[in-house]
């Protein structure tokens, strides 16, 4: 069964304080590791798609990185435009696992 | 471009009634779709997947029925709510063909069952 964990379930951060979020994952035939941004009451916005180990992307302020058993999504100089849920997918088969989100707020 | 419509935006329906939400997409043939359900503060649980017209996986037994009447539409039912039915449901839509699909998620819907 695929397993995606999101560490920390909560960041608060300073506008310009840089920090990563992790997206811990076991899969059986990763067919790609998605990043979402979700804000509240709204549909998940997608972000990212790696597919490979050592894949990375970048997006303004957001940065993606994979490996073998994690992906970290690094977010440099933050503003508070910034907070929102951010949450991290494994594609298999024809499903979509998702982790549980990190919840971040970058206060100015 | 393609862009994907779900409706009603938000719902409050009584305990024992019936649902019915619908998702259209445009700008694509032959999606596959799906059906989410996010409780609050919390991840995404898959509910059902379709790769065509009658083709329905479903993922969680529950309460919930799912159809696809046409190619670009999907519909999420309940012939009697309950309460815990109550969430955010989300449709998304991925390109069939090729392996690197990115998923894509409408607007959602709110769902109250009271």
């Known amino acids: 069964e695929d397993q995606v964990t999101q560490s920390p379930e909560a960041l608060r951060l300073q506008e310009g304080e840089s920090s990563s979020l992790n997206c811990s994952y076991t899969?059986?035939?990763?067919?790609?590791l998605f990043w979402y941004r979700q804000d509240p009451g709204k549909g998940p916005e997608f972000l990212f798609t790696?597919?490979?180990a050592g894949e990375e992307k970048e997006k303004e302020r957001l940065k993606a990185t994979l490996t073998k058993k994690e992906s970290f999504l690094h977010i440099t100089a933050p503003k508070p435009e910034d907070s929102a849920t951010y949450l991290c997918?494994?594609?298999?088969?024809?499903?979509?696992?998702f982790g549980e989100g990190t919840q971040l707020t970058v206060n100015p | 471009s393609q862009t994907i419509h779900q409706w009603p935006a938000t719902l409050v329906q009584p305990v024992g009634s019936p649902l019915s939400l619908e998702c259209t997409v445009e700008g694509t043939s032959n999606p596959n779709l799906y059906w989410y359900r996010q409780a609050a503060g919390r991840g995404l649980q898959l509910l059902f997947y379709?790769?065509?017209?009658?083709?329905i996986s479903s993922e969680v037994p529950q309460n919930l029925s799912a159809s696809r009447p046409q190619d670009r539409q999907f519909i999420l039912s309940s012939k009697k709510l309950l309460l815990s039915d109550s969430g955010f449901y989300l449709c998304?839509?991925?390109?069939?063909?090729?392996?690197?699909?990115?998923?894509?998620f409408g607007e959602g819907s709110w769902l109250t069952v009271v």
């Open positions: 997918a494994v594609h298999s088969g024809s499903r979509l696992t």
């Open positions: 899969v059986s035939g990763l067919r790609g």
């Open positions: 379709s790769v065509g017209i009658g083709q």
């Open positions: 998304a839509w991925s390109a069939r063909t090729g392996s690197r699909n990115t998923i894509y």
């Open positions: 790696l597919y490979s």
